[in-house]
């Protein structure tokens, strides 16, 4: 069973991918069955995690990744209320392929992280769509809210 409190995580730091040297990156615990949430520290025989509350998961039934966005891991959620443009490519003068909007008293949105390269983040608006946001305007996590 896992044990509830509350605390935060921080993102680690911005370091490495090609193209993408101040990327976002973050330590993950990875359960056995699929569950990923942010690392908060470990000790002999369990790693402690948190989402929105902590917990803690055997060591045996979990493992520590380092989840880069560069990489295409994490989400994506508009830092701000408002709108954002989605563009096309990265680049502010290629077409506008559709926005992200978060409307207070709402949880925002999450979008999957396919990448990120030179402040841009390429997202996921659907199964069949992506496109790319301004780093400035969003927030990088490894879970999505």
């Known amino acids: 069973m896992r044990k509830f409190i509350f605390a935060l995580a921080t993102v680690l730091s911005m370091a490495g991918c090609a193209g ?11 359960c056995s069955d699929g569950f990923v949430a942010r690392y908060v520290s470990e000790d002999d025989t369990s790693y402690t995690g948190e989402i929105q509350d ?3 998961v055997p060591k045996k039934d979990a493992s520590v990744e380092v989840w880069r ?6 989400m994506v ?4 209320f408002g709108e ?3 563009y096309a ?4 003068l290629s077409d506008v392929v559709g926005t992200i909007q978060y409307e207070q008293g709402f949880v925002p949105d999450s979008y999957a ?8 983040f390429e997202i996921a608006l659907d199964a069949a769509h992506s496109g790319f946001v ?5 927030v990088w996590d490894v879970v999505g809210e």
């Open 54 to 56: 902590t917990f803690t």
């Open 84 to 86: 954002t443009a989605v």
């Open 134 to 138: 301004i780093s400035q305007t969003v």
């Open 89 to 92: 490519a990265p680049d502010t």
């Open 69 to 74: 966005a560069c990489d295409g891991k994490g």
């Open 77 to 80: 959620s508009l830092r701000d």
């Open 113 to 120: 992280c396919l990448g990120y390269r030179d402040g841009w």
């Open 20 to 30: 993408g040297s101040d990327s976002p990156q973050m330590k993950v615990i990875v």
